[in-house]
């Protein structure tokens, strides 16, 4: 009898948990250099957004269930004149920002897009701020969404450094799941428990498999998975708030919790061994060094483990573009990120297909001198055979020290490096790159080009004085954190 007592006892929460809502309460945020980032991060992913709407397959799946349903004080959808309740809000807004695989990316034992959160804290913020308006109350500033962001990158960044959802087959939505539930309640004004409350019912949710990033099923969910996954956790707070129960031990139940289910009986090797060895491992605390050391994309739409590969491509183009047809073989150096997750041969079945695919990233550069979202679409690479021509001639190597210093701290690099052997015995140089122009070791170097990438992308939807507008805006620190969220939502509606 005590034996069933004690198995059915119920536990304090995971400190797993526990950390995570105690940071979100209790860590302020100090670091000029992490809100100065988190200010172009949501430049740019607000951008990425915005060009993304250029493109069909992604505004079908946008606005309402219902059909010319408008909202009471709800979310804006950024180039919309959508306005949503916040979970459809943040799905929206997550589809745009990820739809062309064009916003910030962190790198370690799991990948991911840490301003895939952007969309639940966006849609959440825009709402509050407006009711609290209509009830006389002070609204939501900007400042508060720059630190979601923050603490969001922080959570999704930190958890990543040392585990590795992919090998047991997960998608890595799953942190921008946990990430946007733990900074939404924050936003919502969730105390501790309901906050761990909602993170429990985010750990025991469905999550999703790799299954549409990768050969032979690669698709366009991708593109809307972190959106999917951001407006669960609006709503996993929303449930939280009212009052719903948490899960305690939702990582270490035995059997039934997140580690026994989801992260070691997908992998043999996993699940030979102990528990403790099957638990998340952390490598440094929670403070605000993901947004510090966050990877811009800024010179290519594309798969980030492929940009350095990008940029030689397009170093070699002036040496190749006149002899693409003397061409003999293609040698890509490449770490084993890339080799697992992009390197493909065979047909590409759709542009979600084809922008993770290293060597068509690397075929188009070296044919036209550039890579844009276009170059990925079925007309494009019908009208240029040439790219299959040369993804058949590539051959896809790992450099060791690559590997290496991909995962090591003090380097942290995306290399990236390529030969060119032509059928008269001569060759190119072999072009290495290391550091990608969004990497913090080429930041003062991108941040200009970044800031271009955004008047770009907002001049596909705004008339040139909007733009102007929005830019002076976000360029300016302090008024950008002191606006209200709904009036910084007004700047970016048609």
Not at 137 to 155: F, G, R, S, T, W
Request: aromatic residues 8%.
């Amino acid at each position: 009898m005590s034996a069933t007592f004690d198995l059915n006892t119920r536990p304090d929460y995971d400190h797993v948990i526990q950390d995570i809502a105690d940071y979100v309460l209790h860590y302020q945020i100090e670091s000029i250099e992490a809100l100065t980032t988190a200010r172009h991060c949501l430049m740019d992913t607000l951008g990425c957004g915005i060009l993304a709407l250029r493109f069909p397959e992604c505004t079908k799946l946008l606005g309402p269930i219902v059909e010319g349903t408008i909202v009471p004080h709800g979310a804006r959808v950024p180039g919309t004149s959508f306005q949503l309740d916040p979970v459809k809000a943040a799905w929206d807004i997550g589809a745009i920002i990820r739809w062309l695989d064009y916003n910030d990316t962190w790198l370690a034992a799991e990948w991911g897009h840490p301003s895939d959160n952007l969309g639940g804290i966006l849609a959440v913020a825009d709402h509050l701020s407006q009711v609290q308006v209509s009830r006389g109350k002070v609204p939501i500033p900007m400042k508060q969404v720059l630190e979601a962001m923050i603490m969001a990158h922080e959570i999704q960044g930190v958890i990543a450094l040392e585990n590795s959802f992919n090998r047991v087959g997960l998608d890595h939505v799953f942190l921008v799941k946990l990430a946007s539930t733990a900074v939404i309640a924050k936003l919502r004004g969730l105390d501790r428990e309901r906050t761990m409350a909602a993170l429990s019912q985010a750990i025991v949710d469905g999550q999703s498999l790799r299954t549409y990033r990768h050969a032979p099923n690669a698709g366009s969910r991708k593109s809307w998975a972190a959106g999917d996954a951001t407006s669960r956790a609006v709503r996993l707070v929303d449930i939280a708030a009212r009052g719903e129960m948490g899960i305690p031990s939702a990582l270490t139940a035995p059997q039934w919790g997140f580690y026994d289910v989801l992260f070691s009986h997908t992998n043999k090797d996993l699940a030979t061994k102990a528990p403790a060895d099957r638990q998340f491992k952390f490598q440094r605390p929670y403070g605000s060094y993901v947004m510090e050391n966050v990877l811009f994309k800024i010179s290519f739409p594309a798969e980030f483990h492929s940009q350095t590969a990008c940029e030689a491509a397009v170093i070699l183009h002036p040496w190749v573009k006149d002899k693409l047809d003397q061409i003999d073989k293609i040698i890509l150096t490449t770490h084993d990120s890339a080799i697992r997750i992009i390197s493909k041969v065979g047909p590409l079945a759709n542009p979600a297909d084809r922008d993770h695919c290293l060597q068509y990233m690397v075929a188009v550069p070296l044919i036209t001198g550039n890579l844009t979202a276009d170059d990925y679409e079925d007309d494009y690479h019908a009208a240029h055979p040439l790219i299959d021509v040369l993804r058949d001639k590539m051959i896809v190597v790992e450099d060791p020290r690559y590997s290496a210093e991909y995962y090591d701290p003090a380097y942290r690099s995306i290399a990236n490096a390529i030969q060119i052997f032509f059928k008269d015995g001569t060759s190119t140089a072999k072009v290495e790159v290391e550091y990608p122009l969004g990497h913090r070791r080429r930041r003062l170097d991108g941040i200009p080009v970044l800031i271009e990438k955004f008047k770009t992308n907002l001049a596909t939807r705004f008339v040139p004085s909007r733009v102007e507008q929005i830019v002076n805006l976000t360029n300016d620190p302090v008024q950008l954190e002191a606006m209200p969220v709904h009036e910084f939502m007004d700047l970016l509606v048609i």
